[in-house]
């Protein structure tokens, strides 16, 4: 019996066909996980508002989890735990 699960690492746009990649929120680029956290202007508003680290808003990163990575390396626990709590 095969699995509807997609395998890892597939994309969205590959399995189904016609897929609309625009993001809703802000009408532009690719719908990616790093632009809806970071690269939205609405997202980034929210970041510069919080007084986020100019280097983490502005810093050029090819894979999400490694924003996030520097995000919580940056943030202390509290902070930390309130930014997933947004999220």
């Keep these: 019996m095969a699995s509807k699960t997609p395998r890892r690492g597939v994309k969205i746009t ?3 066909q016609g897929f609309n990649k625009t993001y809703p929120r802000c009408n532009s680029k690719d719908e990616t996980l790093l632009h809806a956290l970071k690269d939205c202007p609405k997202a980034r508003e929210i970041l510069v508002a919080g007084g986020l680290n ?15 990575e520097d995000m ?16």
Aim: charged share 25%; no cysteine.
């Design 14 to 16: 590959h399995i189904r």
């Design 54 to 68: 100019n280097n983490l808003i502005d810093g050029l990163y090819s894979h999400y989890i490694d924003w996030l």
């Design 72 to 87: 919580f390396r940056e943030l202390d626990s509290k902070a930390a735990a309130d930014f997933l709590t947004l999220l």
